[in-house]
């Protein structure tokens, strides 16, 4: 991080300057020691480069590779999984497995190519046996998917199951009332809908998801028409 030390020195400065006189390195530091100070990427290709070789938490001690994500760095529509599962940990890709076919089917539904859109998940790397990503997980690799959105500056996000949708609107909020409905973020349109892998075993949601994908259809041509 370029000028992290520097920056470091001359907070702890200013707290001076206030009058502080002792901080308790815990409370004080650990928010500002999660500031990331760096410039932002100004490409896919620079978070590629950056995650390389993270070790920011223990799934890269069982990784076959890190999931970055793949489409086009000006995808206007942005797709947020939760996870790569086995297949993609094998392959390098998001969205490749039983679940990823279900969702080149749902893009196919509403006429939108898997080529047009940008596709990655809230953790980059295979959690072990599928689990869930812990929470700590998701915040180490946070960093990542807040830098591919500002590099990609998608029009709308369409979040794939429920860790993407409460990680993407920092809810706690169940999904059945987060979908059916336009969320914004930072200027994003954000677009709910169940994760493939849900639907494959409970095809009773199907019908839902069908109505959250015609909602992302008439979005996406809203915004493809207004150039
Ligand atoms: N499930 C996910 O959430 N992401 C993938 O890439 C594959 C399965």
Known sequence: MGNFWDELALYLSYLQALGVKAVPRKKAFERFLKLDLSPPPKSLAEIAAEIKDCTSCNLHRTRHHIVLGEGPEEARLMFIG?????????????????????LDQMLNSIGIRRAEVYITNVVKCRPPGNRNPEPAEIEACLPYLTKQIKVIRPRIICTLGLIAAQTVLATTKPLNRLRG??????????????????????????PLAVEDLKLLKKLYKEILNSG
Do not use: M, N, W
């Open 82 to 102: 939760e996870a790569p599962g086995r297949e993609e940990d094998l392959e390098g890709r998001p969205f490749v497995g039983r679940a990823g076919q279900l």
């Open 181 to 206: 409905k336009i969320h914004q973020k930072e200027g994003i349109k954000v677009v709910v809908t169940y994760h493939p892998a849900f639907l494959l075993r409970y095809s009773s949601y199907k």
